[in-house]
Every structure is written in structure tokens, then in C-alpha cells.
């Protein structure tokens, strides 16, 4: 599961006209359609928001990881809301545990967090989140 931001960013540089998630109400599909149909691009304002944010490296408001983090220490994030082992998450990315400490490390900065249970407790709380 990523998230919609991430979805997004990868449809629009792969060519996409427009991008709108599952949970978007049904008038907005034909709001999208019209819009890409007269040549604009289309996302959520909620989507719009955070890449223009990511974008200008502004911080979203809320802290939310997918404007703070990069893709990579995402990826992590994303291994450790999974519950997976920080040995099995540089074996599935192909790089070593160090690594892997770093990206951890980075990650309890960005978001203000202080130790590793933290950590872990908001990764699952996020993947919680994404997969509703």
C-alpha cells in the first residue's frame, strides 16, 4: 500500500492527465474527466496540496510522513507499520542493516520522534490509516 501522494507524483510523471483516488466522491470522477478532457491536469486538492508542498519543500501542516520523508525512508516507514524486521526490510531493498539505521534514524528526526517503539507504534498507526 502507498500512498495517494506517492501514486500520484508516479501517474503524473508517467505521462497521466489527472489522478483521483478510490475514496473521491462520485461527482468527482466527472469533474476530473471534464477537466482532463479540456486539456488540465487533475488531482484532489488533498493531493494537489501536498505536492506542491513537497514540491517547495514546505512542510505540510500535521506532520504527516508523506510530505516529510523521502521515498525511500517511505519505503522503510511503510516495512516498519508492517511489522517487518529492520534485517528483513535491507534484505528486500538490497542495501545493508546501516543503512537501514540510517533511514530509521532520519525518519525519528523528521517526524519528532524520539525512540524506536515510538517509531513503530506511528508506522502502524499510518498503515492502519492507508489500508481503510
Request: net charge positive; with cysteine; hydrophobic share 35%.
Amino acid at each position: 500500500m502507498h500512498s495517494d501522494q506517492t501514486h500520484a507524483e508516479q501517474a503524473l510523471r508517467a505521462g497521466a492527465q489527472g489522478y483521483i483516488n478510490k475514496r473521491q466522491a462520485t461527482s468527482k470522477i466527472i469533474d476530473a474527466i471534464r477537466d482532463v478532457m479540456a486539456g488540465k491536469v487533475y488531482v484532489c486538492a488533498e493531493t494537489r496540496d501536498r505536492l506542491i508542498q513537497r514540491a517547495t519543500g514546505r512542510k505540510p501542516s500535521g506532520g504527516e510522513p508523506e510530505g516529510l520523508l523521502t521515498k525511500r525512508e517511505m519505503e522503510v516507514f511503510q516495512m516498519i507499520g508492517e511489522g517487518v524486521k529492520t534485517q528483513e526490510i535491507a534484505t528486500r531493498l538490497r542495501v545493508s542493516v546501516k543503512t537501514i539505521e540510517t533511514h530509521r534514524d532520519r525518519t525519528k528526526k523528521k517526524l519528532g520522534i524520539s525512540d524506536a517503539t515510538e517509531l513503530m507504534h506511528r508506522a502502524i498507526l499510518w498503515v492502519s490509516k492507508e489500508k481503510a
